[in-house]
Nanobody
Framework: QVQLGESGGGLVQAGGSLKLSCAAS????????MGWFRQAPGKEREFVAA????????YYTESVKGRFTISRDNSKNTIYLEMNSLKPEDTAVYYC??????????????WGQGTQVTVSL
């Protein structure tokens, strides 16, 4: 069963930074591409960024390119999302999940609790 735990969210002013973490079970993490998704109030969950098992070839949704960086530490079964130059429109609950390789789709229907990111003006 997929096991995921997101952390690191919070309240930050526009232009600020946050770094999110997602710890996964070894069974969930090993060998899988991993990614971040977000869901803003009243909107559907959307893809944000993903990275392959070896940590290469990260890809991002257009709106976060140049501001967000995804990374992973395979020794800790953890992925990260470093978010800079945050904007109010980045406000959402952020989730991690396994990702269909080279796609912007979650590979599992099981989600963690997410972590709230709120960006104020």
């Amino acid at each position: 069963q997929v096991q995921l735990g997101e952390s690191g969210g919070g309240l930050v002013q526009a232009g600020g930074s946050l770094k999110l973490s997602c710890a996964a079970s070894a069974r969930t993490f090993r060998g899988n591409a991993m990614g971040w998704f977000r869901q803003a109030p009243g909107k559907e969950r959307e893809f944000v960024a993903a990275i392959n098992w070896l940590g290469g070839s990260p890809y991002y949704t257009e709106s976060v390119k140049g501001r967000f960086t995804i990374s992973r530490d395979n020794s800790k079964n953890t992925i990260y999302l470093e978010m800079n130059s945050l904007k109010p429109e980045d406000t959402a609950v952020y989730y991690c999940n396994t990702v269909v390789a080279n796609r912007r789709l979650p590979a599992s229907r099981v989600w963690g609790q997410g972590t709230q990111v709120t960006v104020s003006l």
